[in-house]
Nanobody
Framework: QVQLVESGGGLVQAGGSLRLSCTAS????????MGWFRQAPGKEREFVAT????????YYADSVKGRFTIARDNAKNTLYLQMNTLKPEDTAAYYC??????????????????WGQGTQVTVSS
């Protein structure tokens, strides 16, 4: 079964850090674009960061640029999101996703083919 499983969410104080992980199973994801998205209650799912299959290209939402870092370990079939200097407005459910095929990075959720179940990040003020 092809699936993505996120972990690493939790409760943290403003200014703190968390590292999210997304482990892929069922097939090799090393060629695929992967991304992180988030969704707060009552809001639409929004783009956070994306990374190319090789890891050489990354792109971030302006709201997280300079604070979050996306990375991948293709040998482990795992995607990461290092989140530093967290703010209360970062509170959301965070989802990893992948787009099958050798394609360019994209920030549009509709272009992603497979999603994880999400992990909750709560930042207290």
């Amino acid at each position: 079964q092809v699936q993505l499983v996120e972990s690493g969410g939790g409760l943290v104080q403003a200014g703190g850090s968390l590292r999210l992980s997304c482990t892929a199973s069922g097939r090799t994801f090393r060629s695929y674009v992967m991304g992180w998205f988030r969704q707060a209650p009552g809001k639409e799912r929004e783009f956070v960061a994306t990374i190319s299959g090789s890891g050489s290209s990354t792109y971030y939402a302006d709201s997280v640029k300079g604070r979050f870092t996306i990375a991948r370990d293709n040998a482990k079939n795992t995607l990461y999101l290092q989140m530093n200097t967290l703010k209360p407005e970062d509170t959301a459910a965070y989802y990893c996703a992948t787009k099958f095929g050798v394609v360019a990075i994209t920030i549009r959720p509709v272009e992603y083919d497979l999603w994880g179940q999400g992990t909750q990040v709560t930042v207290s003020s």
